[in-house]
């Protein structure tokens, strides 16, 4: 089985610009969470999609906002990015949420802003 | 104060030596408690949960939770090379049905020397 693919590995961006981040989950995982890890804060939760609908959001601004596609698949959008926007993000796939022995985590996109 | 307080090391030890990783909680909504392991340019891949305090062991790696003092540790024996990794502590609260929501330590970073 597949395991979680996210895509681009790598992205360099400047300050203003705006980034799409796209996540697979594995296949019959209708779950998608989004993270952003920083030396600083370390793992922060942004937002869980569950059968296209959003149900849990973390704090962080507007300008971070997510899709979920009817396969499953998800996408993360960054507007008007940030110098503290750089972070790897990484999101996850699971069955049914984010319970405690089902996420699979993929390798995560290294957002760089210039 | 942080939910979820871990020591960020780094951590570096001899082989074979017996490793302890460490955190702290203050939300005592938290269910479940969870280990991740991460390597360097991958996400973070579950080792161990659990769910009572106690102990919980798998070879070489034991689980312990303190609910009482909102309390859990990682104990890692006869440590291997192979376990130079970052080490993040997680805890989910449970919203109903199949509703989670995880948090994360920070990570320890840690190095075993050949």
């Known amino acids: 089985k597949a395991g979680v693919t996210q895509t681009p590995r790598y992205l360099i961006k400047t300050r203003g610009q705006q980034v799409t981040l796209s996540c697979s989950p594995i296949?019959?995982?209708?779950?998608v969470s989004w993270y952003q890890q920083t030396p600083g804060q370390g793992l922060q939760f942004l937002f869980e999609?569950?059968?296209?609908?959003?149900?849990n959001k973390g704090n962080f601004p507007g300008r971070f906002s997510g899709r979920q596609f009817s396969n499953s698949r998800s996408e993360m959008n960054v507007s008007t990015l940030e110098l503290g926007d750089s972070a790897l993000y990484l999101c996850?796939?699971?069955?049914?949420?984010?319970?405690?022995?089902?996420?699979?985590f993929g390798p995560g996109t290294r957002l760089t802003v210039l | 104060q942080k939910e979820v307080e871990q020591d960020p090391g780094p951590l570096s030890v001899p082989e074979g030596a017996i490793v302890s990783l460490n955190c702290t909680y203050s939300?005592?909504?938290?269910?479940?408690f969870m280990w991740y392991r991460q390597y360097s340019r991958k996400g973070p891949e579950l080792l161990m949960y659990?769910?009572?305090?106690g102990n919980k062991e798998d070879g070489r790696f034991t689980a312990q939770v303190d609910k009482s003092s909102k309390y859990i540790s990682l104990f890692i024996r006869d440590s291997q090379p192979s376990d130079s990794a970052t080490y993040l502590c997680?805890?989910?609260?449970?919203?109903?049905?199949?509703?989670?929501?995880?948090?994360f330590g920070k990570g320890t970073l840690l190095t075993v020397n050949p």
């Open positions: 659990t769910y009572s305090s």
């Open positions: 296949s019959g995982h209708r779950s």
């Open positions: 939300n005592s909504a938290f269910q479940y």
């Open positions: 997680a805890m989910s609260e449970y919203f109903g049905g199949s509703n989670y929501k995880l948090t």
């Open positions: 999609y569950f059968s296209e609908t959003q149900r």
């Open positions: 996850a796939s699971s069955l049914a949420g984010q319970s405690y022995n089902e996420q699979f």
